[in-house]
């Protein structure tokens, strides 16, 4: 069975972000390295613009629209980051932008996507339909609906920042990679395949939400209740059918890691490598330092996605 993207899609946005999004740095901790008797190499999307590797797939997927599809505008849903890729996106493109958003949403996560010009309505993630609220009012106003992981553009997109690792450090054993929908880690995983095929590629996802680990290991794509965690870009209920295959194919194994494990590898990001990194940021950092994979003796790279956090929720994370 043929998948969604190839790593020919990943290079081709990779030229076309170029000059457009940042070049996140790759960062080191000799700490980290020392405690978890590897070496880890962080690739912190929390400096990308907007703050999350969200913008990537967004502008991969809206610089490819049509003239038409262009003055229609894109419609969205998203717990936040993917909102703010679309809306920034949209807005470096002259395209008009609508986002569905939880109502609950990190205050920093909608008031920067309004800030980028795009028209906001809330939902109750936990009693609506994000998809169903995003395809009506796709169809209602003629807009191109973007979702934030299930599409070729935005899974290509996201494949940009291992693109990068892999250019900077060389082959890896160990690709760590945070899995909510699929989006990024189908990248990703693509990308690693590609430029250092003998690397294992695991994806870590939150204790309370492990539908891509039962999905994985059943066969089929397993749908939960949306998982009560601080992990908010992971609180996803089920897999993509394009990114599903994806997982099936090039993924290894996927772990998760707790709400606690989470905020010590916050507490560890800001402490000991001064970095601001919001919960579903933390997860592949949580997992090769809080023991979820082993890791030790390995040359391993870890996504950071992420740094869209309330900073008063923040202090209380770290308090």
Known sequence: MSLAIAYADVAAAHDRLKGVAHRTPVMRSQTADRLTGAELFFKCENFQRMG??????????LAQFSAEQKKRGVCAFSSGNHAQGIALSARLLGIPATLVMPKDSPAVKMAATRGYGAEVIVYDRYTEDREAIGR?????????????????????????????????????????????GGGLISGCAVVAHELSPSCRVVGVEPEAGNDAQQSKRTGHIVRIETP?????????????????????????????????????????AAARMK???????????????????????????????????????????LA
Request: proline fraction near 3%; include cysteine.
């Open 275 to 317: 970095m601001v990194v919001e919960p579903t940021g933390a997860l592949a950092m949580a997992a090769a330092m809080q023991g979820a994979v082993e890791v030790r003796g390995n040359r391993v790279g870890v996504i950071i996605s992420g740094g869209n956090v309330d900073i008063a929720q923040l202090a209380g994370y």
């Open 136 to 180: 009506k009012l796709a169809l209602e106003r003629g807009m191109t609906l973007i979702p934030p992981y299930d599409h070729a553009h935005v899974m290509a997109g996201q494949g940009t920042a291992a693109q990068e690792l892999f250019e900077e450090v060389g082959s890896l054993d160990l690709l760590l990679v945070c899995l909510g």
């Open 52 to 61: 999350a590797f969200k913008f990537r797939g967004a502008y991969n997927a």
């Open 228 to 268: 009560r965690t601080i992990a908010d870009g992971a609180q996803t209920q089920f897999l993509g059918q394009l990114t599903f295959p994806v997982i099936q194919a090039l993924v290894d194994d996927i772990v998760t890691v707790s709400d606690a494990q989470l905020i010590e590898a916050m507490r560890f």
